[in-house]
């Protein structure tokens, strides 16, 4: 290209910015000089902040300004006449470039991010305008681009998302330990609980507020369920504390439900109010403590606002449970006694954590509910408790469909 064309096709950038800046400028005679010396000042900015390019219809590069040729490391005798193609990076799609010619062949100004590649191998990202210099006949004679450098932006981005893949991943670690530390307080063994169970466990995140203690000796069992406020790490915190406490006072009170959910509360009372100021009562759990005795038949139990149930036949006999919280009250507060209840061979007791009754979809996007829950129970009574399980599993799985889980669940069932 020949100094005079550049001349030239400078000329037709410069007129181009000057009607972008002031469209409605007539041009009068007195104020050409001035407003020739506000469109210089307008473009030497340009030109020293943005990678300035010019190219013919084919998008053979027929100008380009200094920071242009300074960022891709090419010459402007290197440039000239050639296509774009010549800094575009292997990994940009070509859908991008296709977008752009579709957008400014129709007269539309195009523009996005892009990857290029300088003349010694090295990457840089910039934010390009493109659009096209309109002939008389309405149809473009040439197309100008305005690239800002955002090499030094992007690598920050780069650099930023690496950091958070690590600290995600430390975190999962992390979150993956405490998991394990809660699964260690957790027991449960089909043939340790008693031949004929089942129990569903999923933690809505890794790791669950859910948790369960099952403990037998001889011809009896005690089964704890809980729920933690909340879900996930400061779900399971308040878990953990609470079996930790269970596992010292079980013993001395084995059979005794009322009286260990009283001392667990206490405990919890003094561990989240250690300022002596206000209780946490966000940090809270629902929970039930059932107490079986098959030789007599009879049922011991105590539920702090934890939903249990047993189903004999086609009836259904809810457990009376009391409308307080463990870790919700202090110890004068909480209120709390056994209940007995005289059991019947092949009667079935369940106890259902909020999350079961809670889960959100089926043909009308609501909740599964516990009438729901009820009735697939009921006409499954005759079943073994291995296959009420896969039928209940495959009953939430199917209600859920393809929404997320809504809480943690736990679902334990027991046939006397």
């Not at 920071?67 to 296509?83: A, D």
């Not at 892009?114 to 309405?138: F, H, Q």
């Not at 009562?281 to 009879?298: F, N, T, V």
């Not at 889980?405 to 736990?410: E, V």
Request: hydrophobic residues 35%; charged residues 25%.
């Amino acid at each position: 290209m020949t100094q005079q064309t550049a001349t030239s096709v400078m000329a037709g950038s410069k007129l181009m910015l000057l009607n972008s800046f002031n469209s409605n400028w007539k041009g009068k005679p007195k104020m050409v000089k001035e407003k020739d010396a506000e469109m210089d000042s307008y473009y030497n900015i340009m030109d020293k902040s943005a990678l300035v390019s010019v190219s013919d219809l084919k998008g053979n590069i027929i100008h380009a300004n200094q920071l242009f040729c300074s960022v891709s490391k090419y010459s402007i005798e290197e440039l000239l006449n050639k296509p774009h193609s010549i800094i575009r990076h292997p990994e940009t799609p070509s859908i991008v470039f296709k977008d752009m010619w579709n957008t400014i062949g129709r007269g539309n100004v195009w523009q996005g991010q892009l990857k290029n590649k300088a003349k010694d191998g090295s990457d840089y990202w910039v934010l390009a305008t493109v659009a096209p210099v309109m002939g008389k006949n309405g149809k473009p004679i040439n197309y100008i681009s305005v690239r800002y450098d955002i090499t030094n932006h992007k690598r920050t981005e780069e650099q930023l998302k690496s950091l958070k893949t690590k600290i995600d991943y430390e975190l999962l670690q992390n979150v993956e330990y405490a998991k394990n530390i809660h699964s260690a307080f957790l027991n449960y063994d089909d043939s340790g609980a008693g031949e004929d169970s089942f129990l569903i466990y999923k933690a809505l995140k890794i790791i669950s507020g859910d948790f369960y203690k099952i403990e037998r000796k001889e011809n009896k069992m005690m089964i704890v369920i809980g729920d933690s406020t909340g879900h996930g790490l400061s779900a399971s915190y308040i878990s953990v504390l609470a079996l930790n406490i269970l596992n010292r006072v079980m013993d001395a009170s084995m059979y005794d439900p009322g009286k260990i959910l009283k001392k667990i509360n206490s405990e919890l009372n003094r561990v989240t109010n250690f300022n002596n100021k206000e209780l946490l009562k966000a940090e809270s759990a629902d929970m039930i403590i059932c107490c079986i005795d098959k030789e007599l038949m009879k049922l011991t139990y105590s539920s702090a606002k934890m939903k249990g149930f047993i189903v004999r036949g086609r009836d259904v006999i809810m457990l009376e449970r009391e409308n307080c919280s463990i870790g919700e009250l202090t110890p004068k507060e909480f209120k709390i006694k056994n209940q007995n209840f005289e059991l019947k061979k092949d009667d079935c007791l369940y106890i259902i954590s909020d999350g079961v009754i809670d889960q959100f979809g089926g043909p009308h996007d609501r909740k599964i509910g516990f009438k729901t829950i009820i009735t697939v129970l009921k006409e499954i009574q005759s079943c073994k408790m291995s296959l009420q399980k896969m039928i209940i599993e495959k009953m939430l799985n199917s209600w859920q469909g393809n929404r997320e889980q809504t809480d943690d669940i736990t679902f334990f069932g027991i046939k006397i």
